[in-house]
């Protein structure tokens, strides 16, 4: 089976400019959140997405926004881009929400330069 | 709130010894879930292991052991048998049981295999 896909693998922006990043979830996985991974440090949660609907916001600014769409896969975007918006964006799957159970699987990420 | 601690910048190991990370966290919430991942140089965050706080014995994952301590609140990876594969960066990660499910994580430990 197919892991977690995203897409584009690098992208570089000026600041003020708009990205869009892709993730396509595990087949059978109807959770998806986004990470911002700054270097050196852990993860930062962003946001999170089940069935269609946010379940879970990070501290990020209304710059960034997500969806997620009837086939599972999500949308992270985000506006007005800031050099300090330069990390590599990882997108995890999970079959649910709730339950510390439910591990989420990572994707191979999107590295975001922002010049 | 929930805090995951990491205080091994970096560690150096030889090849087929075994290696111990060190992990301690900061939950209020009655149920937790604890996990660790690895991160290559590639970026893909590679799920390891998981331990919930509720289970008896400690989780086990091939070479890959969690030494969980509820009363300390810690939760140790240990790696046996040391490969040059294994190097890479080690992440600590905690979902609580309410509120939103996001992960959050330690700063990570680097780990570089010596043959």
């Known amino acids: 089976d197919a892991g977690v896909t995203q897409s584009p693998t690098h992208l570089i922006k000026t600041r003020g400019q708009h990205v869009t990043l892709r993730c396509s979830p595990i087949?059978?996985?109807?959770?998806v959140s986004w990470y911002q991974q700054v270097l050196g440090q852990g993860p930062q949660f962003i946001f999170q997405y089940y069935e269609k609907e946010e379940r879970g916001r990070g501290n990020f600014p209304d710059r960034f926004s997500a969806r997620q769409f009837p086939n599972y896969s999500s949308e992270l975007n985000v506006n007005a881009l800031l050099l300090g918006d330069s990390a590599l964006y990882l997108c995890a799957s999970s079959k649910y929400v709730g339950g510390n159970t439910d591990t989420q699987y990572f994707g191979p990420g999107t590295r975001l330069t922002v010049l | 709130a929930q805090k995951i601690t990491q205080t091994q910048p970096g560690m150096f190991v030889q090849e087929k010894e075994a290696v111990t990370l060190d992990c301690t966290y900061d939950t209020s919430d009655p149920s937790y879930g604890l996990f660790w991942y690895k991160q290559p140089s590639s970026g893909e965050m590679i799920f390891l292991i998981y331990?919930?706080?509720?289970?008896?014995q400690n989780a086990t994952e091939g070479r890959y052991s969690l030494n969980f301590q509820k009363a300390r609140k810690s939760a140790n990876l240990v790696i046996s048998a040391s490969q040059l594969g294994d190097s890479a960066m080690y992440f600590c990660?905690?979902?609580?049981?309410?509120?939103?499910?996001?992960?959050?994580f330690g700063a990570g430990t680097t780990v570089t295999v010596r043959a």
């Open positions: 990660a905690m979902r609580g049981s309410r509120g939103d499910y996001k992960l959050s």
């Open positions: 331990q919930g706080s509720y289970d008896q």
């Open positions: 087949s059978g996985h109807k959770s």
